[in-house]
């Protein structure tokens, strides 16, 4: 089983700054099937990223993702108020799938 | 747009069977994989198994105690858990990985 560890687990920012979230992975994703996503209180998960890097559908162009292999990013260019809450990663291409253990992004 | 609606039971007793549903809208059954994930409160996702038209996986965790489904005729993925204790007090949501989530349904595993 493919173990993703999130980092950090706790990020306090302020509106209009930036944040910058990692997720590694134990062994390599299979083709990139790599997933990001925002998960708020009595919510289900949204997706953000998939692909590693492809916005979902309807996404701002503030969220940017990077990655491959092992070490994938999640850049968030200036943080507007809805975007706080917790954010987990996920690898589909192997299975079982896998998700990260989430960082949370609380205002400052 | 793909939309999905789970429901069945909020309580279950330990030792019983968990039975949940998720109602498809918007798109064939037969295109997707459709996936059961749940997350037990305070803790991170656990996906417990995918079923494509006859094909299946499932969580190697979960494996002996999990049965899904597919009604066509009612665009219906169905999950059943048997043997149930405390810990798989959880939401369980229905998912097509990863764009499409359904809102989640609490289960709590009390008597």
């Known amino acids: 089983e493919i173990v993703l560890t999130q980092s950090p687990g706790t990020l306090s920012l302020s509106p209009g700054e930036k944040a910058t979230l990692s997720c590694r992975a134990s062994q390599s994703v299979y083709k990139n099937y790599f997933a990001w996503y925002l998960q708020k209180p009595g919510q289900g998960p949204r997706v953000l990223i998939h692909?590693?890097?492809i916005r979902a559908t309807g996404i701002a162009d503030r969220f940017t993702a990077s990655g491959s292999g092992t070490d994938f990013t999640l850049t968030i260019s200036r943080l507007e108020p809805e975007d706080f809450g917790v954010y987990y990663c996920?690898?589909?291409?192997?299975?079982?799938?896998?998700f990260g253990g989430g960082t949370r992004v609380e205002i400052k | 747009q793909v939309h999905l609606q789970e429901s069945g039971p909020g309580l279950v007793k330990p030792s019983e069977t968990l039975s949940l549903t998720c109602s498809v809208s918007?798109?064939?059954?037969?295109?997707?994989?459709w996936s059961w994930v749940r997350q037990p409160p305070g803790r991170r996702l656990e996906w417990i198994a995918y079923i494509y038209n006859s094909r299946t996986d499932f969580n190697p965790s979960l494996k002996s105690r999990v049965t899904i489904s597919l009604d066509t005729s009612k665009k219906q993925i169905s999950l059943k858990l048997t043997s149930v204790t405390a810990a798989d007090t959880a939401v369980y949501y229905c998912?097509?990985?990863?764009?499409?989530w359904g809102q989640g349904t609490l289960v709590t595993v009390s008597s």
């Open positions: 692909g590693a890097s």
């Open positions: 996920q690898q589909y291409g192997s299975s079982p799938v896998t």
């Open positions: 918007g798109d064939s059954i037969s295109s997707h994989y």
């Open positions: 998912a097509s990985i990863p764009q499409f």
